[in-house]
T-cell receptor, first 113, second 113 residues
Framework: DAGVIQSPRHEVTEMGQEVTLRCKPI?????LFWYRQTMMRGLELLIY????????DSGMPEDRFSAKMPNASFSTLKIQPSEPRDSAVYFC???????????FGEGSRLTVL | AQSVTQLDSHVSVSEGTPVLLRCNYS??????LFWYVQHPNKGLQLLLK??????LVKGINGFEAEFKKSETSFHLTKPSAHMSDAAEYFC???????????FGTGTRLLVSP
């Protein structure tokens, strides 16, 4: 079975541009998470969805960040406008029936110049 | 609030020698604890989890961890390191709903021949 699929794997953009990261969770999983990983701050939970509904977005840094999950098989994380401090690896993860077991994608490495 | 402290940012071992990665936790109630592993340029993968059953938990690839309430510790061990074990390891604590995982800062394991 395919795991969590993220795209793009790498994105280089200029400050002020809009960035959209995409995630396809594992089929049948009902929870989806967006994490950000940096050297300085480690792994941070940005937002998570349960049954396509955002449950907790307290980790979203500011209004420039938004996330959607229009259906059970797709989610997006959008940054508009992007800033250099947004440079990080963004991970999407999904989970099913086993509590605490998250399946991570391989990440989207974002560089904002 | 729950938190975990990984006591070593780097651990270096020789192939064939034991591995010990240390983690202390803080929680106001009986916690659920996990270890995740991240190989270079990959997403995180669940190694093992403790959810108030047996205090000695066995995971994949020969790793195990022991929950010690009196010491508030959940150290990860392996009797004999392999080169393929070189990766970053994260100790994780969750809330009761398992929806919010709080990640430690990570321990990078280096394995030399």
């Amino acid at each position: 079975d395919a795991g969590v699929i993220q795209s793009p794997r790498h994105e280089v953009t200029e400050m002020g541009q809009e960035v959209t990261l995409r995630c396809k969770p594992i089929s049948g999983h009902n929870s989806l998470f967006w994490y950000r990983q940096t050297m300085m701050r480690g792994l941070e939970l940005l937002i998570y969805f349960n049954n396509n509904v955002p449950i907790d977005d307290s980790g979203m840094p500011e209004d420039r960040f938004s996330a959607k999950m229009p259906n059970a098989s797709f989610s997006t994380l959008k940054i508009q406008p992007s800033e250099p401090r947004d440079s990080a690896v963004y991970f999407c993860a999904s989970s099913g029936q086993v509590p605490g077991e998250l399946f991570f994608g391989e990440g989207s490495r974002l560089t904002v110049l | 609030a729950q938190s975990v402290t990984q006591l070593d940012s780097h651990v270096s071992v020789s192939e064939g020698t034991p591995v010990l990665l240390r983690c202390n936790y803080s929680s106001s109630y009986s916690p659920s604890l996990f270890w995740y592993v991240q190989h270079p340029n990959k997403g995180l993968q669940l190694l093992l989890k403790y959810t108030s059953a047996a205090t000695l938990v066995k995971g994949i690839n020969g790793f195990e961890a022991e929950f010690k309430k009196s010491e508030t510790s959940f150290h990860l061990t392996k009797p004999s390191a392999h080169m393929s074990d070189a990766a970053e390891y994260f100790c994780v604590v969750s809330n009761t709903g398992f929806q919010k995982l709080v990640f430690g800062t990570g321990t990078r394991l280096l394995v030399s021949p």
